[in-house]
């Protein structure tokens, strides 16, 4: 059966996910970036309980609602070992891991680069993933502590995927996002694509999710051409 998502905007540009197994009601948060607005919208949504919280590495933004969403419901934290840095964790996942969430199993993988331990979730059966700050719609994350060539094998990772993987990111960047890619890529559909990320914005729409097959088409992350030309595109965004 399908996993329901639900999406809502946290923070200054955070999303909050709440992710519920159609077959037995199971619900989990991925990534806590405000406990208050989880709890809002767990409300707004009559799914009633919340038995998991997925963190995809340590950062506070990521992880900082742990300890009172643990406490308002009683549910498991499951997330990298480098979650301990920030926030209280359950069990640790690791790349090669199945998380189950009701009938749903989560493949967890490692993708290291923006941290050392950033793992990321995919719904294999039902063509979904939760990417955290790896992948974005038009971008990807930045180098706060692994090399280009890590997180370059892990955009490859995920880049492997089936191209209908619907990717829920975990920021609203695609808009800055699609301004370097202009700069980047003067082709007719890029410039499309970029019109239509405009708009979506100016409505208040999100822009998130994408999927793996937009990200191949568009991103120019993935679409560099190996590891030093990533690392060069990298660096350029970084003081676009």
């Known amino acids: 059966m399908p ?8 923070l200054t540009d955070n999303y909050g996910f ?4 159609a077959a037995t009601g199971t619900v989990a948060a991925v990534d806590t970036p405000d406990a208050d607005a989880i709890l809002a919208d767990l409300a707004r949504s009559g799914w009633g309980r919340l038995d998991l919280i997925l963190n995809t590495h340590w950062h506070p933004d990521h992880t900082q609602g742990n300890a009172a969403l643990k406490t308002a419901t009683g549910c498991e934290i499951v997330g ?3 979650v301990r840095r920030a926030a209280p964790l359950d069990r640790v996942g690791r790349g090669g891991d199945t998380v189950m969430l009701g009938e749903t199993a989560l493949e967890v993988t490692d993708a290291p680069g923006h941290t050392l331990g950033h793992i990321v979730y995919r719904d294999a059966a039902g063509d979904q993933a939760f990417v955290g700050d790896v992948l974005f719609a038009l971008g990807c994350g930045r180098l706060f502590e692994g090399t280009p060539e890590q997180m370059w094998d892990s955009l490859q990772k995920l880049a492997a995927w089936p191209d209908e993987t619907t990717v829920w990111c975990a920021h609203e960047y695609t808009a800055a996002n699609a301004r370097f890619a202009l700069s980047l890529d003067d082709r007719p559909q890029m410039a499309a ?5 405009f708009a979506a914005r100016e409505r208040g ?3 998130v999710p994408t999927t793996i097959g937009a990200e191949k088409a568009f991103n120019p992350f993935l679409r560099a051409a190996d ?14």
């Open 3 to 10: 996993l329901d998502v639900r999406l809502f905007p946290c």
């Open 18 to 21: 709440l992710a519920r197994d």
């Open 80 to 82: 990298p070992e480098e």
């Open 193 to 197: 694509r970029a019109a239509a990320v």
């Open 205 to 207: 729409e999100p822009t």
């Open 227 to 240: 590891a030093a030309d990533f690392a060069a595109r990298r660096a350029a965004k970084d003081v676009f």
